[in-house]
């Protein structure tokens, strides 16, 4: 069975502060692996990455994969309160064998920045 | 900045009527998504379209369920019947050459 599996499910730290977040997976047909911001509603787009170690950055976020290993991770560096939020990973596979990928998502790890 | 839009925001319905959650896509993507998101629970994908047919569909997405492209900009989802447990919020994506999926912001459904 497919399936995204992310640590620390929950995570509180303070203003300034430099975090890690992880996403483990197996799926059939890996394409892509993605990370959302869910802040009150819809998932907000922040990384895709299909090649292993090429770290992508913006601002003070950054995201790498490691295809052998079958992970990612993303990193906040210099912490503020508004990136308190729940933050998703999700890999685009095949599981059904279609020529369109799906997300498959893990269930997130919520991070609170206190001041 | 190009966003996809949904309607309503929230959905209000009584079990066994049918619904109708309407998405509006970013103009230039072609490929299209439905997920849903019980309370709590993860976001799980129902659906995917590309040029006017579903390319793959989960086994939520059972025959209670259906989308249609019915014109150049909106992205429809339908439920026949709808029972409690599909109250959740229903999240369409669309996504570009590169796969990636833009998400708008949902409808919560909530079934009585």
């Known amino acids: 069975e497919d399936k995204v599996v992310q640590s620390p499910l929950s995570l509180v730290v303070h203003e300034g502060d430099t975090v890690t977040l992880n996403c483990s997976y197996e799926?059939?047909?890996?394409?892509?692996l993605l990370w959302y911001k869910q802040e009150k509603k819809a998932p907000t787009f922040l990384f895709m990455l299909t090649s292993s170690g090429i770290e992508k950055k913006s601002g003070r976020l950054s995201s790498i994969l490691d295809k052998k290993e079958l992970f990612s991770i993303l990193n906040i560096t210099a912490t503020q309160t508004g990136d308190s939020a729940i933050y998703l990973c999700?890999?685009?596979?095949?599981?059904?064998?279609?020529?369109?990928?799906?997300?498959?998502f893990g269930k997130g790890t919520k991070l609170s920045v206190k001041p | 900045e190009p966003e996809v839009t949904q309607t309503p925001s929230h959905q209000v319905t009584q079990m066994g009527q049918e619904v109708i959650l309407r998405c509006v896509p970013i103009?230039?993507?072609?490929?299209f998504y439905w997920y849903r998101q019980i309370l709590g629970q993860k976001v799980e994908f129902l659906v995917s379209?590309?040029?006017?047919?579903?390319?793959?569909k989960s086994e939520i997405f059972d025959d209670q369920f259906s989308v249609e492209r019915p014109d150049g900009s909106n992205f429809t989802l339908k439920i026949r019947s709808t029972k409690l447990e599909d109250s959740a919020m229903y999240f369409c994506a669309s996504g570009g050459t590169f796969y990636e999926q833009y998400f708008g912001p949902g409808t919560r459904l909530t079934v009585t």
């Open positions: 799926v059939t047909n890996f394409r892509s």
């Open positions: 379209f590309y040029n006017n047919e579903i390319s793959e």
């Open positions: 103009s230039n993507h072609l490929y």
């Open positions: 999700a890999v685009e596979a095949s599981p059904y064998g279609g020529s369109q990928g799906n997300l498959i």
